[in-house]
């Protein structure tokens, strides 16, 4: 219209269509056009217009441009109050809050300009920014001393509440006559932003028990407050009362219903309230890829985050932040990669929470060059972001940069927390030092963090895996201890970790004694103890245990049976574990491939191999370790030949020393020294035990003294206590009639003082 009009000779806009169409750009974002309209505007002389000078200014500070606002702002004459709020409202949402204190002082003290209650309005919003409680309570002051309506008392709790004055705000809640609906529900709102969450259902109560009508911010308030304390009948409470009220079809009040059930465990009641919302919003998706990711379904916050970006919708700094966990949690580097993207496009990569995901995110996928320069980046840090790389070190085993990182967090300045604990004590446990691990638990006593149930978890497992169970077990039966699932696991798996799986068994049983369930670890932890111990009657009770309890769709458990039936001889059960299994990976494939080559059925192992190789899984080194071994207890030469072969050239795989340890091996049963010896020349490795040790094997087998000498003088030097190989090479000087050479081995075996114990096994009797 506005066009239109400039069309016609004999029409000419004046102050009011030029506020109307400034209005309109502002509205919709046209901002180019907007600034051809103030040129205009200059044009005729109307920029010192009180009405027309509000409209640009209004539009420049929606534009960010701040500078030009102000320009236009000093050149009115005659401000009035409109004038200045518009000024302040936009310096109010600036980077620079502290300016829109200063218009409001300039206002009443130079140019004796009287505020409205659209002014404080306006105002408080920066006062939250500036966390300034002696502004807030100077305009406390002012609102006091005059009358205002309820909204600036509304406004005065949250900025109270923001500025983490929560019993302040609850004075002036208390204090407030004529209360409405958002004076409730914003004093519910600040105590949920201060983590008081029993006082919002307290507020709750109150509300119930007054007839009043809840709001929706009073809902949402509410259901943050049960989903926080894991309050399920509470919850189902508040949503009865949404019914009621006729807000729970609301896209925010159903968000919050499913992130409550989330966050309460009731997981497919959060799926069908959140696929029963009408018109997702971005805040609906960000809840519930948020409430998936913490409630341990990382994959089905990936495949929310994939269905929102079909639906074109833009991820906020929230949804980031909740999705990029879960792509840490699965490994999913290339979907990482792809959200660090966006929160670089939305300048939101410097931001502390997604920074700290980011690092957490390339430091768990290994990728510490990505991790150390986000981390670098960042224009401030905190404990957590440190903790972030602490822990990526420590669980890809880097111990030493697990402590430098500790060393420098403490240089920081910063105080570490728990969590530090917990990611800088299992550095120390992987290299067995328990020396600084005590001094780590000097310091946590200290601080005051031993009672933390997580931070005892870790000094258990520390003191296992130093192999001091005395110290683990002290730890573990402290009475002031209490202790959960993962306590229980922590043990189990140090008993297995030193070798003990007959006590980890024990362990296991005492578990379930004292009314504890095992889980998913639990039952990964015991399974091998059973393996080891060779309990099939043990193992198909715990079997019966995981059926009942509904684990027997779990990769990792359904791999650990395919495993434990393989070592105590089931070899049947094993395939129809495998076969029974809905969802299986490399590692089960990788399971049925090893329980082959266990029982030598090398023609299964390669049509196993072969089928893997067809359907497009994944085949890694353990893989051809297994099917390498197959082919060497079943004798296929040719075969074995080719796997290795084509571990290199067609999947570019290097081979690592177990690899030609087997091959030797495989070559040595046939003798194929000639092979073997250029073979060991033209390895990119030094030879280790396991190879010289399989052609040692070998020689015997062929009766080949040369070769055996040759093996012997490597092995000497490599295990240097080891008397089986000084045994082998006297039983081929007798068996070739070189008895002189027999003698002297031996002489010179007990010379050295060395001495072979007598062998023996356990089989379990049904």
């Given at each position: 219209m506005y066009s239109s009009m400039l069309e016609e000779k004999d029409i000419h806009p004046d102050k009011y269509t030029f506020t109307f169409v400034l209005k309109a750009c502002t509205g919709i974002s046209d901002f180019e056009k907007g600034i051809k309209i103030h040129e205009e505007i200059v044009n005729r002389?109307?920029?010192?217009?009180?009405?027309?000078?509000?409209?640009?200014?209004?539009?420049?500070?929606?534009?960010?441009?701040?500078?030009?606002?102000?320009?236009?702002?000093?050149?009115?004459?005659?401000k009035d109050v409109v004038v200045w709020n518009a000024m302040i409202s936009g310096v109010a949402q600036s980077e620079e809050p502290v300016?829109?204190?200063?218009?409001?002082?300039?206002?009443?003290?130079?140019?004796?300009?009287?505020?409205?209650?659209v002014t404080l309005l306006n105002l408080l919003p920066a006062v939250c920014k500036l966390m300034d409680m002696r502004v807030c309570t100077c305009i406390h002051g002012y609102v006091y001393r005059r009358v205002f309506p309820v909204s600036v008392y509304n406004a005065l709790i949250d900025t109270y509440s923001k500025c983490n004055y929560s019993n302040v705000a609850r004075r002036v809640f208390d204090e407030l006559r004529g209360k409405d609906d958002v004076s409730w529900g914003t004093m519910m709102a600040g105590y949920a932003y201060n983590g008081n969450f029993y006082e919002v259902?307290?507020?709750?109560?109150?509300?119930?028990?007054?007839?009043?009508?809840?709001?929706?911010?009073?809902?949402?308030?509410?259901?943050?407050?049960?989903?926080?304390?894991?309050?399920?009948?509470?919850?189902?409470?508040?949503?009865?009362?949404?019914?009621?009220?006729?807000?729970?079809?609301?896209?925010?009040?159903?968000?919050?219903?499913?992130?409550?059930?989330?966050?309460?465990?009731?997981?497919?009641?959060?799926?069908?309230?959140?696929?029963?919302?009408?018109?997702?919003?971005?805040?609906?998706?960000?809840?519930a890829i948020a409430a998936f990711s913490q409630s341990g379904y990382p994959q089905e916050a990936i495949s929310l985050f994939r269905?929102?970006?079909?639906?074109?919708?833009?991820?906020?700094?929230?949804?980031?932040?909740?999705?990029?966990?879960?792509?840490?949690?699965?490994?999913?580097?290339k979907l990482g990669k792809s959200v660090h993207c966006h929160a670089i496009k939305a300048s939101m990569d410097s931001d502390i929470s997604t920074g700290t995901a980011l690092v957490s995110l390339y430091a768990k996928c290994n990728l510490f060059t990505s991790a150390l320069y986000i981390f670098n980046k960042m224009p401030l840090t905190e404990?957590?972001?440190?903790?972030?790389?602490?822990?990526?070190?420590?669980?890809?085993?880097?111990?030493?940069?697990?402590?430098?990182?500790?060393?420098?967090?403490?240089?920081?300045?910063?105080?570490?927390?728990?969590?530090?604990?917990?990611?800088?004590?299992p550095a120390c446990a992987s290299l067995g030092d328990v020396r600084l691990g005590t001094c780590l638990h000097c310091q946590i006593i200290r601080y005051g963090f031993e009672s933390d149930c997580h931070v005892k978890n870790a000094l258990i497992d520390l003191y296992a895996k130093c192999g001091n169970l005395s110290l683990a077990e002290f730890m573990f039966n402290k009475t002031e201890f209490s202790k959960d699932?993962?306590?229980?696991?922590?043990?189990?798996?140090?008993?297995?970790?030193?070798?003990l799986a007959k006590e980890a068994l024990s362990a296991f049983h005492s578990m379930k004694f004292e009314s504890f369930q095992p889980n998913v670890v639990t039952l990964v932890s015991i399974l091998p103890a059973v393996s080891h111990l060779t309990y099939l009657r043990e193992g198909m009770t715990i079997h019966a245990y995981i059926i009942k309890g509904g684990f027997q769709s779990h990769k990792l458990v359904g791999n650990s049976l395919i495993d434990m039936y393989a070592k105590c001889g089931q070899l049947d059960l094993s395939e129809r574990i495998f076969e029974e299994m809905k969802n299986t990976d490399s590692v089960s494939w990788n399971a049925l491939l090893t329980a082959y080559s266990m029982h030598g059925e090398g023609d299964c192992a390669l049509s196993v191999f072969f089928l893997m190789e067809e359907r497009d899984i994944e085949v890694d080194s353990i893989s051809f370790l297994s099917v390498l071994s197959s082919c060497r207890h079943s004798g296929l030469v040719e075969e074995g030949r080719k796997i290795f072969h084509c571990m290199r050239d067609k999947y570019?795989?290097?081979?690592?020393?177990?690899?030609?340890?087997?091959?030797?091996?495989?070559?040595?049963?046939?003798?194929?020294?000639?092979?073997?010896?250029?073979?060991?020349?033209?390895?990119?490795?030094?030879?280790?035990?396991?190879?010289w040790g399989a052609l040692l094997d070998a020689s015997k087998m062929h009766s080949n003294i040369e070769i055996a000498e040759v093996a012997l003088k490597h092995l000497v030097k490599i295990e240097r206590g080891n008397p089986a190989h000084y045994v082998v090479l006297s039983s081929l000087y007798s068996q070739s009639g070189r008895w002189n050479d027999a003698v002297h081995t031996r002489v010179k075996m007990n010379e050295i003082g060395l001495r072979k114990n007598p062998g023996c096994s356990w089989v379990e009797v049904k």
């Open positions: 002389n109307l920029e010192n217009d009180v009405f027309i000078g509000t409209g640009i200014i209004d539009m420049y500070s929606k534009m960010g441009d701040l500078e030009s606002a102000r320009k236009v702002f000093d050149k009115i004459p005659d300016k829109a204190v200063d218009l409001f002082k300039q206002m009443q003290f130079v140019c004796r300009t009287k505020p409205s209650s259902l307290e507020l709750f109560d109150c509300m119930k028990r007054m007839g009043l009508k809840m709001s929706k911010v009073a809902a949402v308030s509410a259901l943050l407050g049960a989903g926080e304390m894991g309050d399920l009948e509470r919850g189902i409470e508040i949503h009865e009362c949404s019914i009621q009220e006729m807000i729970d079809s609301d896209v925010m009040i159903a968000t919050s219903l499913m992130t409550m059930y989330a966050k309460c465990g009731v997981l497919d009641k959060a799926r069908d309230l959140f696929w029963g919302i009408g018109e997702r919003d971005l805040v609906a998706w960000s809840a269905d929102m970006q079909n639906e074109y919708s833009q991820p906020s700094n929230v949804t980031l932040v909740s999705v990029i966990p879960a792509c840490a949690e699965l490994r999913e580097v404990v957590v972001t440190w903790n972030a790389l602490i822990n990526g070190y420590a669980q890809i085993g880097d111990c030493y940069n697990a402590l430098e990182m500790f060393c420098q967090l403490r240089l920081s300045g910063l105080y570490p927390d728990p969590g530090t604990m917990v990611g800088v004590l699932e993962v306590s229980w696991n922590t043990m189990i798996a140090g008993y297995m970790h030193n070798g570019h795989i290097e081979p690592d020393v177990e690899h030609y340890a087997c091959l030797v091996d495989m070559l040595g049963r046939a003798g194929l020294f000639n092979e073997i010896m250029d073979l060991l020349n033209t390895m990119p490795m030094e030879p280790d035990g396991g190879v």
